[in-house]
């Protein structure tokens, strides 16, 4: 056993998601649900394209996490945001997306051989929260580590909204806040 597994309460190997890369099909996690979300179609959003998800192993590393439209109906209701789950068998690919939710090198996708149980609460102590300094946030401006963080802090002035338009041609808007740390 690697120095970067663990035996699991029914005694099977399980991988750390800091090991996670695309050798091999049959990780063994046991993670917390941080972030659950649907994804819609840039043509329809009344269209739920996939699932999305950020997974936490007891260590606190991070990964990106896509249960496709087709497998949706499978996993949806099994599936609920800050619960401790086995998940195995994914199909790992290159973390190539604009806006990363995670700093990991790679992400997750569900597929049909994918097997998911739900495991007891207090399995591991799951924090969702990864905080980080104001100045660690202002030292990302203009660098390209777009990923999700948390921040408490308050809005101490806005700008007015301004039109704008996606990718896809939607009309949208956009405000831009000042934060101040608490």
């Known amino acids: 056993m690697s120095m970067s597994q663990h035996r699991g309460s029914m005694n099977q190997i399980v991988d ?7 050798t091999k099909l049959g990780w063994n996690l ?5 972030r659950l979300y649907e994804l819609c179609s840039q043509s329809n959003p009344a269209d739920v394209y996939s699932l999305e998800m950020v ?3 007891e260590q606190g ?14 996993f949806k209701t ?8 086995s998940m195995r ?18 992400k997750l996708n569900f597929y049909l051989k994918t097997c998911v149980s739900r495991l007891p609460s207090d399995t591991f102590h799951l924090n969702p929260f990864s905080y980080v300094p104001l100045p660690e946030i202002e030292a990302m401006v203009g660098m390209n580590r777009i ?36």
């Open 30 to 34: 046991v993670v917390g649900v941080v």
């Open 78 to 85: 099994l599936i609920r945001e800050n619960g401790i789950y």
């Open 55 to 57: 997974l936490q192993d």
């Open 89 to 106: 068998n994914f199909i790992v690919k290159g973390n190539n997306n604009f806006v990363k939710t995670t700093g990991h090198k790679y």
């Open 61 to 74: 590393d991070r990964i990106h996490c896509s249960i496709p439209k087709a497998n949706i109906v499978v």
């Open 16 to 22: 750390r998601v800091a090991d996670i890369n695309p």
């Open 147 to 182: 990923h999700l963080l948390d921040f408490i802090g308050q809005v101490v002035g806005k700008e007015n909204a301004q039109d704008m338009v996606t990718k896809s041609g939607q009309q949208s808007k956009c405000i831009a806040l000042y934060l101040e740390d608490l």
